[in-house]
Antibody
Framework: QVHLVQSGAEVKKPGASVKISCKSS????????MHWVRQAPGQGLEWMGI????????SYARKFQGRVTMTRDTSTSTVYMELSSLTSEDTAVYFC?????????????????WGQGTLVTVSS | DIQMTQSPSSVSASVGERVTITCRAS??????LAWYQQNPGKAPQLLIF???SLQSGVPSRFSGSGSGTDFTLTISSLQPEDSATYYC?????????FGGGTKVEIK
């Protein structure tokens, strides 16, 4: 059974950074791309980027370029998302979400399993 | 970036009624579209991918159609557990983008 378990809620001050983890189980970690999606309170969904857990390559949404870093640790089947220079507009629930296609092919770019979400609150 | 526009923003219907949600892309995305259901405080759940393919485990009352720029999600017979917010998402190109959501309520 596929599970994506994320780290707990964070409270950060403006200008700080946050690093969220997403631990995978129940499938071959290196066989599926992983995405990050966020959702501000009462708002819609926003895609942040994708990482290849096998080779480590990534692609970020232009909006977050220069502020986001996605990494992975194959020894623990965990992906990480770090967001820097936080402002109040970064207050959101952050989700990791597994790509719907096997890594042998191009990413399907839809999300078949999601983490439970991590609330990041940015406040002075 | 491809803009995704959903309508209506909310709909209220009775149990057993047919509900249709539309999603329009700002450019041709072929059949590269997915639909999700999200309950309050929960992660979204995949319903449909490739515009019309039903994700495993999703009830058959959910269906998707369309191609190009216009798509629909249909719930053929609304059930109480279908009360949720629904999002479309284009999978054609980066950045991946979502519609603004449609809240479905039970009368």
């Amino acid at each position: 059974q596929v599970h994506l378990v994320q780290s707990g809620a964070e409270v950060k001050k403006p200008g700080a950074s946050v690093k969220i983890s997403c631990k995978s189980s129940g499938y071959s970690f290196t066989s599926y791309y992983m995405h990050w999606v966020r959702q501000a309170p009462g708002q819609g969904l926003e895609w942040m980027g994708i990482i290849n857990p096998s080779g480590g390559s990534k692609s970020y949404a232009r909006k977050f370029q220069g502020r986001v870093t996605m990494t992975r640790d194959t020894s623990t089947s965990t992906v990480y998302m770090e967001l820097s220079s936080l402002t109040s507009e970064d207050t959101a629930v952050y989700f990791c979400a597994r790509d719907g296609g096997n890594i042998e092919a191009r990413p399907r770019d839809y999300f078949d399993y999601w983490g439970q979400g991590t609330l990041v609150t940015v406040s002075s | 970036d491809i803009q995704m526009t959903q309508s209506p923003s909310s709909v209220s219907a009775s149990v057993g009624e047919r509900v249709t949600i539309t999603c329009r892309a700002s450019q041709d995305i072929s059949s590269w579209l997915a639909w999700y259901q999200q309950n309050p405080g929960k992660a979204p759940q995949l319903l449909i991918f490739a515009a019309s393919s039903l994700q495993s485990g999703v009830p058959s009352r959910f269906s998707g159609s369309g191609s190009g720029t216009d798509f629909t999600l249909t719930i053929s017979s609304l059930q109480p557990e279908d009360s949720a917010t629904y999002y479309c998402q284009q999978t054609n190109s980066f950045p991946l983008t979502f519609g603004g959501g449609t809240k479905v309520e039970i009368k």
